[in-house]
Each structure stands twice: as C-alpha cells, then as structure tokens.
C-alpha cells in the first residue's frame, strides 16, 4: 500500500500574457482548494481592465498561486495584494511572487474573510483607488455553505471612494444581486460553469 502522505503533488504551469513579465511562469499546485483560473476567463478579465489598471492597487482574495494578481503587476498595477489560507498553495504563490516581483507585493497567510480588514486599511491608506478581486472556492464542502453570503457582506463594507472595481468569480447558477451596498453591477460575463460579475460604484 503506498504512502499517500509521500505522494508528490502534481504541479501545473501557466504563463503571464502581457506586459513587463509576459512569459514568465507560475506554478500552480494540483490541489482541491486551487483551480487555475481558465485562460480565456483571465484574458476576458484584463480585455475588461485594460490599461485602466495602470498604477491601481489590486487585491487577489482566496488568491491560490496568485495567477490574477501577478498578471494584473505585469500589466502596470502599482501595488498587489494576496490572500491564501491553504498552506501548500501559500507556499506556491510565495515561490510565484519571489520569481516575478516581491518588492511590489504583499502576501497574507489565512483566511481572506479575517485577514481583509487588515489588507482594506492599507489600501485605504495609499490613496489609490483599488481592483478587488473575489474568487470563493466553488466547493460547498462543510463549513463553506455560506460563502457567497459572506462574500457579499465583505463588499458591502468597501467604500465608492477606496474601489475602482469589485470583480467576482463564482458559479454561474448562482444570482449576484444588482447591488452590493455602494456598488452596482456593470456587467456578467459566463464561461461555462464560472461567470464574472463586476461592480463599479454607484454613480452620484
């Protein structure tokens, strides 16, 4: 009977598309609380974001290897910001940022839920308007049931003044509201079984 706990982890690579660090690789560990955001889900994103995002901060929330956030630094975002609780992928997304760029990044070990107030503060405190982006694990395994739920009441608390854009990944038979607290919906985007809901603040 073999040792499951020796047993290597299968190790994927994706590569950043776009600007300073197009071409460099990311790895991405074979584990159930990671899914490689799909390539053409991402290039619809940054097609969306464009050069908008230029010298904006962008927050990754369940950030796994941190392939969004990394891509967001090569295309101009002056700042990013990582959330992970899951320790191997954690360890994945520190190896990532060290190969790309650790001096523009900052890495947060936990859950996204508790660790948001602390990363929300600091981008308050840089007076620079901010992408925030959310991607809840689909599993709807013990304990996570109420997810999305938890997920919307954290966007309630951003404020139009920090956010640029709220953008979130989630399953696509589930119905965003129109408004979250200061934000309203700009658009949906569905890919198969994932759709992107992104919010922009209510205009005055």
């Known amino acids: 009977m073999p040792n499951r706990a020796k047993e290597k982890i ?121 992408y925030f982006y959310f991607d809840p694990p689909f599993s709807t395994r013990d304990g996570m049931d109420d997810i999305y739920d938890k997920t919307i009441a954290l966007i309630e608390t951003i404020e139009p003044q920090v956010t640029e854009m709220v953008i979130v990944e989630h399953m696509t038979n589930l119905d965003m509201p129109e408004k979250i607290g200061a934000l309203e919906l700009m658009k949906r985007k569905k890919f198969g079984r994932s759709t992107m809901t992104y919010y922009k603040p209510t205009e005055l």
């Open 10 to 130: 299968k190790i994927f690579t994706t590569t950043i598309t776009a600007g300073i660090h197009k071409g460099k690789k990311i790895e991405i560990p074979d584990i159930f609380t990671t899914r490689s955001s799909k390539s053409i889900l991402k290039e619809s994103l940054f097609n969306t974001l464009q050069f908008d995002i230029i010298d904006k901060n962008f927050v990754e929330l369940f950030a796994g290897s941190g392939s969004i956030g990394l891509e967001a630094l090569s295309r101009g975002a002056e700042e990013c910001y990582f959330m992970e609780y899951n320790k191997i992928a954690f360890r994945y997304l520190e190896g990532n940022v060290k190969r790309i760029d650790p001096s523009k990044c900052h890495l947060f070990y936990g859950d996204s839920f508790e660790k948001f107030a602390l990363v929300y503060e600091m981008v308050k405190k840089s007076n620079k308007k901010t």
